[in-house]
Nanobody
Framework: QVQMAESGGGSVQAGGSLRLSCTAS????????MGWYRQAPGKERELVAEIRANGFTTYADSVQGRFTISRDNVKNTGYLQMNNLKPEDTAVYYCNAGVYLLSGSYADGSWGQGTQVTVSS
C-alpha cells in the first residue's frame, strides 16, 4: 500500500558528502515516522537516523554529528544529508516510514531497492 523509493547514492572519497532522498507513495494520509537504514555486506540492516512527525530526530552513535535527517511533509519525502563520509559508511541505504493511510489504518512501507553508497579511503 505504501512504496518507498530511494535515490542519491554514489561513490565518494572519504570526507565527501552525499544527499539521499526517499519518496513514499501510495494511499498516504500522513507520515508519522520516517527512518533511514543501511546494510553493509555481511552485516544486518541497521537504523541510521529517524525523524518523527513533530521533527524529533534520533541518530545512531556512528553517524551523530555527521548525518542530518529531514523531511518534506507536503512531498512525502525524506532526506539524509551525509557529511564527512567514512569508508565504514559504505552500504546500501534504505528508507521506510510508518504511515497513516487514507483508510484510517496504520502501515509500514514496503522496502525499496535502496541506494548504494560507496566511500573510498
Amino acid at each position: 500500500q505504501v512504496q518507498m523509493a530511494e535515490s542519491g547514492g554514489g561513490s565518494v572519497q572519504a570526507g565527501g558528502s552525499l544527499r539521499l532522498s526517499c519518496t513514499a507513495s501510495g494511499d498516504i494520509f500522513s507520515i508519522n515516522v520516517m527512518g533511514w537504514y543501511r546494510q553493509a555486506p555481511g552485516k544486518e540492516r541497521e537504523l541510521v537516523a529517524e525523524i518523527r512527525a513533530n521533527g524529533f530526530t534520533t541518530y545512531a552513535d556512528s553517524v551523530q554529528g555527521r548525518f542530518t535527517i529531514s523531511r518534506d511533509n507536503v512531498k512525502n519525502t525524506g532526506y539524509l544529508q551525509m557529511n564527512n563520509l567514512k569508508p565504514e559508511d559504505t552500504a546500501v541505504y534504505y528508507c521506510n516510514a510508518g504511515v497513516y493511510l487514507l483508510s484510517g489504518s496504520y502501515a509500514d512501507g514496503s522496502w525499496g531497492q535502496g541506494t548504494q553508497v560507496t566511500v573510498s579511503s
